[in-house]
C-alpha cells in the first residue's frame, strides 16, 4: 500500500505516518472516527501505530464493524476492555514493551482514577519512549486522544514534568522517526508550542469562538487567507476542511471514509441496551509474565506503597499487643521494649533518608517491621495475650523533683564523657533509648527544653517525644521548667552511677565524630564562629559546596538542632556551648 486513503477525495502519503497532524472538532463531529480510520490505514500498510487514549473507546480498533467479529489484532493495554490491566507506574515499562518488541499498542487509561495518575504514566512513558527512540530510531506514529490532556496550554500542578516530556518529544520526535496526530475537541485549551508545529490540520464541526480562535491562530502562522465562520458551521458530521500549505498544499473539504473496524466513540443513543463485547483474543501471555514482574517491582519501589505496608504492620503489632498475655511479666516486657526499640532503630537508620535519596532503601524499614513483628509472634506462647496498660488517670501526681544537690548526693561523681551512655545491667525496666533521654533530662535539673534532648542524644522528633511520653507515664519526668524535668523517682531509675551526656566542647566533638563529611565542614565552620553569624555564601566561599548542596546539608543540620537558620545568616546553636552538666555532676 503506497496511499492511506481516509477520504474519496484526498490520500495521504505514507510518510504521514512521521508527520504531525491535528483533528478538531467538536464532540460528535467526526474527528475520533477519522483519526482511528487513519489508524487502519496506517497499520494495513504495515506501520507501527501506538494510542495513547484516555476516553476509552480506542478499543474498537479491536473489532470489526459490527461489533462482533475480530477486526486489528492490536494489543488493548488496561481500560474496561484491556488484554492485560495497566497500572499508574507502568508507564517506562509500556515504553520498552513497545520499542523491544516494535508492536503497535493502545494504551487505555480511562480507568485511572486520578488526574496524576495519567500525568505520572504519561511522564514515564513519553521520557522514556523518546529516549528509547533515540538509539533505535524507527517510523512509529501516536495518536493522542484528547491530547490537551498530555499537552495543555496550561498545566495543572503536577503536569510540569508529563508536559515537558511529551513537548520535547513532538518538537524533535521526527528526527527519529515518531510521528503523531493531536485529537482534541478543544483546541484552545491545548499546547500552542504544540499545535504550531503540525503539517496538516482536519478542521471539523467547530462552533464555539474559542475553539475557531485557537484554529484561526495556526491558519495565520501558516500564511493562510481562510474565512472559517463562512467554512465550519456548515460542514457536516464526518466532514472536515484539510489544511496542509506546506507539505500536501491543500486546502479543501472531504468526507472521512467508512471504517471497517467497530466505531467505539459514538455517543449511545437512548434506549439501546448495553452488550458486552468480548475481545477477539490474540497471544499476550509473555506479554503479562513481563508486565506483571515489572509492575510489582515499581510497587516494591513506591515509597507510597511502602509506606502503607509500614502502617498496617504497625496496626498489625499493636492489635498483637493487646490481644497477647504472658504468664511471665519481666520476659514479655523485655521483648516488647526490644520489638518497639528495633523499629524505633529502623525508623531512625532508613526511613526519611530512603524517602529522599533511596527508594529502595525503604525496603529495609519494611523488613525490620516484618522481623520485629516475627519477633513478637515467636515469643510469646500462643492462646496467651498482652495485658493492655491501663489508661493514665486525667491528671497525674505531682513527683517530688530533687535538688541538683540532692542528685549531687544520689550518684557518684563522675567526669563528662564524649561518647553516649549504654545501658547496664542494673536498668531493669528502663530501655536504652529510655536511658538516653532520662540521662539528658536529669542533666538540667531545673528542667531540660525538647532542644536540648535532641542534640544530646541525636534522636529525631518523634523518637524523643515518645520516650518522653513513657517516662511520664512512669513518674520519671514531669512536664516543669522547659519541656521536661527528671523527678527523684527518675533519678532512682538512672541509678546512682549514671554517666551524663556529653555537654559543651564534648558534644561539639560528639557531633563532628558523627556527621557526614559534608555537613561535619559546615558544622565546624559556623560552631568557631559563635555567637557570631555565619553567611551562607561566605560558607560557599570556604567549602567550594554548590548552593543547593550547601543548603541541603543546612537544613539537615537545623534538623537536628544543631544550628539556627536563617535565609541569609546561620548560628551554632546555643545550648552545644552549655556546660549546665556540671550542675548535677
Not at 508486565?291 to 502502617?311: F, G, N, S, V, Y
Not at 558523627?514 to 560558607?539: M, N, S
Request: with cysteine.
Amino acid at each position: 500500500m503506497s496511499k492511506l486513503r481516509i477520504s474519496a477525495q484526498l490520500s495521504l502519503p505514507l510518510n504521514a505516518v512521521t508527520q504531525k497532524l491535528a483533528m478538531l472538532g467538536r464532540t460528535g463531529s467526526g474527528k475520533t472516527y477519522a483519526a482511528t480510520k487513519l489508524a487502519e490505514e496506517m497499520h494495513d500498510a504495515g506501520a507501527q501505530i501506538i494510542a495513547l487514549d484516555p476516553v476509552g473507546v480506542w478499543y474498537g480498533l479491536r473489532l470489526s464493524s459490527n461489533g462482533c467479529d475480530p477486526g486489528i489484532a492490536i494489543p488493548v493495554f488496561g481500560g474496561l476492555h484491556g488484554d492485560v490491566p495497566l497500572e499508574p507506574a507502568a508507564g517506562a515499562l509500556m515504553a520498552d514493551l513497545i520499542v523491544d518488541r516494535g508492536i503497535s499498542a493502545i494504551c487505555d487509561l480511562s480507568q485511572f482514577e486520578h488526574d496524576t495518575d495519567k500525568a505520572r504514566f504519561g511522564r514515564d512513558f513519553a521520557a522514556r519512549f523518546f529516549f528509547r527512540k533515540k538509539s533505535a530510531p524507527s517510523a512509529v506514529h501516536m495518536f493522542l486522544e484528547e491530547c490537551q490532556e498530555f499537552l495543555p496550554e496550561k498545566q495543572q500542578r503536577g503536569e510540569e514534568h508529563m508536559l515537558h516530556a511529551f513537548t520535547r518529544m513532538w518538537k524533535l520526535g521526527r528526527n527519529f522517526g515518531i510521528g503523531g496526530t493531536l485529537i482534541s475537541q478543544r483546541p484552545q485549551e491545548v499546547s500552542k508550542r504544540a499545535l504550531n508545529l503540525t503539517e496538516c490540520v482536519f478542521a471539523f464541526q467547530l462552533t464555539g469562538p474559542h475553539e475557531r480562535k485557537a484554529l484561526e491562530g495556526w491558519i495565520a502562522e501558516k500564511g493562510l487567507d481562510e474565512d472559517l465562520n463562512a467554512i465550519l458551521p456548515k460542514l457536516g458530521v464526518g466532514e472536515a476542511r484539510a489544511w496542509s500549505p506546506a507539505w500536501l498544499k491543500i486546502s479543501e473539504t472531504v468526507k472521512i471514509s467508512a471504517k471497517r473496524t467497530f466505531n467505539a466513540s459514538s455517543t449511545p443513543e437512548v434506549g439501546a441496551s448495553a452488550k458486552v463485547r468480548n475481545l477477539a483474543p490474540i497471544d499476550l501471555e509473555k506479554i503479562r509474565a513481563a508486565m506483571a514482574a515489572t509492575i510489582e517491582k515499581a510497587k516494591a519501589e513506591d515509597p507510597r506503597e511502602l509506606r502503607k505496608q509500614i502502617a498496617e504492620l504497625r496496626k498489625d503489632l499493636e492489635r498483637e499487643k493487646l490481644r497477647k498475655e504472658t504468664p511471665d511479666p519481666a520476659g514479655a516486657e523485655r521483648r516488647k521494649e526490644k520489638l518497639e526499640e528495633e523499629i524505633l532503630a529502623a525508623d531512625k537508620r532508613g526511613y526519611e533518608r530512603a524517602v529522599r535519596d533511596n527508594r529502595r532503601a525503604l525496603g529495609a524499614v519494611v523488613k525490620a517491621a516484618q522481623r520485629a513483628s516475627a519477633i513478637l509472634l515467636d515469643s510469646v506462647p500462643a492462646g496467651l495475650e498482652w495485658k493492655a496498660e491501663e489508661a493514665p488517670a486525667p491528671e497525674r501526681p505531682r513527683h517530688e523533683i530533687p535538688t541538683p544537690r540532692q542528685i549531687r548526693e544520689k550518684r557518684q561523681a563522675a567526669p563528662v564523657a564524649a561518647h553516649r551512655g549504654t545501658p547496664s545491667e542494673k536498668d531493669g525496666k528502663l530501655g536504652s533509648g529510655e536511658r538516653q533521654v532520662l540521662t539528658a533530662v536529669a542533666q538540667y535539673p531545673e528542667g531540660a527544653t525538647r532542644e536540648q534532648i535532641t542534640i544530646l542524644t541525636g534522636y529525631k522528633r518523634s523518637t524523643r517525644d515518645a520516650y518522653i511520653q513513657r517516662l511520664q507515664a512512669r513518674g520519671y519526668v514531669q512536664p516543669g521548667g522547659g519541656d521536661a524535668i527528671v523527678t527523684m523517682q527518675g533519678v532512682d531509675a538512672l541509678g546512682p552511677d549514671f554517666e551524663p551526656l556529653p555537654t559543651g566542647e564534648n558534644l561539639r566533638r560528639f557531633w563532628l565524630a558523627r556527621l557526614p563529611e559534608g555537613e561535619a565542614k559546615l558544622f565546624e565552620l559556623i560552631a568557631d564562629v559563635y555567637p557570631d553569624t555565619v553567611d551562607r555564601d561566605e560558607l560557599t566561599n570556604a567549602t567550594g559546596y554548590k548552593r543547593s548542596t550547601r543548603d541541603a546539608y543546612l537544613q539537615r543540620l537545623a534538623t537536628r538542632k544543631l544550628i539556627v537558620a536563617g535565609r541569609g545568616e546561620v548560628r551554632a546553636h546555643a545550648h552545644l556551648f552549655d556546660e549546665r552538666s556540671s550542675a548535677a555532676s
